[in-house]
């Protein structure tokens, strides 16, 4: 059980156009959310908390205008990046805690985004 | 500024001998920790936790210990397996719960045959 997914696995995109990357809880709902970003040989940097039904809760530094993020039901939320550029291509990973129990995140498997 | 750190990029060890990753940390208000195991593009898994109540949290092969007087974790995983060799990464909460996640920069584990 437990199992989070993400759609697509992995997306190449061109410089100025929007990708969006979903994540769903496939077994169980989840109030919260989290989107992450790993760089190559990094740790994961934890870019935004995304709450059912409202607004996502950016950490500092990370471009809320950039990086959209809508969490519109229990088992999904979807992460926006506008405009992409070069610099934007990453690792991004969710993950998501299941309503009462909070002792664990569960985290999908990621997606590559790779902006030419 | 990092608040959870693992010096060792890298760790070898023996298959059947004990794999000890270290973890220290930074903020007094961490309260929870977590080891997860990661392999390439995928997300990671978790393995185990601690709450800062305790000092030892075992799980099979899987053992946690908490020294919160040093700020300083550790997964043991006695034996060890060539299916344990990936990228292990500690996490904290300063929120009692798998909530608000700070990560370490990560240890790979090759363990050798």
């Known amino acids: 059980g437990a199992v989070v997914s993400q759609h697509p696995s992995w997306v190449i995109c061109k410089s100025g156009t929007s990708v969006k990357i979903e994540c769903r809880s496939l077994?169980?709902?989840?109030?919260?959310m989290f989107w992450y970003r790993q760089f190559p040989k990094q740790s994961l940097m934890l870019m935004a908390t995304s709450n059912e039904g409202s607004k996502a809760t950016y950490e500092q530094g990370v471009e809320k205008d950039k990086f959209l993020i809508n969490h519109a039901s229990l088992t999904l939320s979807t992460l926006t990046v506008t405009s992409a550029h070069p610099e934007d291509s990453s690792f991004y990973i969710c993950?998501?805690?299941?309503?009462?129990?909070?002792?664990?995140?569960?985290f999908g498997p990621g997606t590559r985004l790779t902006v030419t | 500024d990092q608040q959870v750190k693992q010096n060792s990029p890298s760790l070898s060890v023996q298959e059947g001998r004990i794999s000890i990753l270290n973890c220290d940390y930074t903020n007094s208000m961490f309260d929870y920790f977590l080891w997860y195991k990661k392999y390439p593009a995928e997300g990671p898994t978790f393995l185990i936790s601690i709450s800062s109540i305790k000092d030892k949290n075992e799980d099979g092969r899987f053992t946690v210990f908490l020294n919160k007087s040093a700020k300083h974790l550790s997964l043991h995983i006695v034996p060890s397996q060539p299916g344990d060799s990936a990228v292990y990464f500690c996490a904290a909460s300063a929120y009692g719960s798998a909530r608000q996640l700070t990560f370490g920069s990560g240890t790979q584990l090759t363990v050798l045959p």
């Open positions: 077994d169980f709902q989840a109030t919260t």
């Open positions: 993950s998501a805690i299941p309503i009462s129990i909070d002792y664990e995140q569960y």
